[in-house]
């Protein structure tokens, strides 16, 4: 068992976590990695040896929150799943409407598609859980949201660094072309760029590459609590954000746990906790949860 000092300090050396302080910043020492919480007594009164380590080396500490969220999130601002009893799929075939092959066969099949998916979302409106994600940004956490969600509703409820690795329908680009625009409207056959291509929604179809997906993966890697929000878990590369970090904290939040076995056994080793509930109840309660762990090490600090 390491001492509570070598624990601080292989932290720091693997340089993900801390952030150093100088003398005479200003700087807090408002949080605690999770992994140090045990290291702190139940009400929260500092641990002497921990808490001089932390100030002889001048360190504060920043903790490091991923929340990956799916379709289930949105679902209740009205939004509907891709796979529950009353999703999507149940209506559509994806290989009709969110395929390459569709786009290249029936383009004006697919843009109503997504033109029907743009104006329900212009329609919706952020809900509890995405407000009580976007409440998670404060001093000494960096937030990062990585959705499978075309929406924007995380945006809007106010958090700040959003990767989408599905796309985002509020936008569209000429066919092969990087450049996005903004999408005010529904898009129609001729609607073209200046090369005169004609325009799609920014959608990742299904068989194409996801590009933000190195970015996540190096975000979820470095993670120090990873939330999971409203996702099957079920659709790749995406779910390998979740396979592959090194968060030693997970919350899950969903009224079905998501199925993955691969999962299952790459988490089997670390604290899960599962929410079975409903997105707009159990993300405020596992945001309080988180921010619990935060706060305690806050008082302990000082
Ligand atoms: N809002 C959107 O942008 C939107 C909507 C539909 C589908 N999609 C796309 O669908 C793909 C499918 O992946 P997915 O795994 O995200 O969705 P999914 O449809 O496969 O799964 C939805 C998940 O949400 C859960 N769920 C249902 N109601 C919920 C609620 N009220 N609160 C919390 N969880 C709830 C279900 O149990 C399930 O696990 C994604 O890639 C995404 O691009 C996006």
């Keep these: ?28 020492l408002p949080y605690l990695h999770p992994t140090l919480a045990p290291y702190f007594s139940a ?18 500490i920043i903790m490091k929150i991923v929340v990956f969220t799916g379709a289930g999130i949105s679902r209740e601002s009205g939004l509907r799943t891709f796979r529950d009893g009353d999703g ?65 509703l995380h945006e809007r409820a106010g958090s700040s660094d959003v990767l989408h690795l599905h796309g985002l329908i509020t936008k ?3 066919s092969g072309d990087d450049e996005l625009v903004d999408c005010p409207g529904d898009i129609q056959i001729g609607d073209v760029d200046r090369l005169s291509r004609q325009y799609r929604p920014h959608v990742v179809f299904f068989g194409e590459a996801v590009p933000n997906m190195a970015i996540a993966l190096q975000t979820a890697w470095e993670a120090d609590i990873m939330l999971v929000v409203g996702s099957t ?4 590369p995406a779910a390998s954000v979740v396979e592959e970090t090194h968060a030693e904290r997970l919350w899950i939040v ?7 076995l691969s999962i299952k056994r790459r988490w089997a080793r670390r604290q ?27 008082r302990a600090a000082h």
């Design 1 to 28: 068992m390491p001492g509570r000092a070598d624990l601080v300090e292989s932290r720091m050396r693997e340089n993900r976590t801390y952030g150093l302080g100088r003398e005479g910043s200003g700087r807090p």
């Design 43 to 60: 009400g929260c009164s500092a641990d002497q040896e921990a808490r001089w380590f932390v100030a002889r080396h001048e360190v504060y």
């Design 88 to 152: 999507l799929w149940e209506e559509y075939r994806i290989e009709d409407v969110c395929t390459t092959d569709a786009w290249n066969r029936r383009p004006n099949v697919v843009l109503d598609f997504y033109n029907a998916r743009r104006r329900d979302v212009r329609a919706a409106q952020p809900n509890a859980a995405h407000m009580a994600i976007a409440s998670l940004e404060g001093p000494g956490r960096i937030v990062r949201v990585i959705t499978q969600n075309i929406d924007d």
């Design 172 to 174: 569209m680009h000429g």
């Design 233 to 236: 878990l079920a659709v790749y």
């Design 254 to 260: 969903d009224p079905e746990f998501p199925d993955n």
């Design 272 to 298: 899960v906790e599962y929410i079975g509930k409903p997105a707009t109840q159990g993300t405020p309660q596992a945001v309080q949860e988180i921010l619990g762990v935060a706060g305690c090490a806050s």
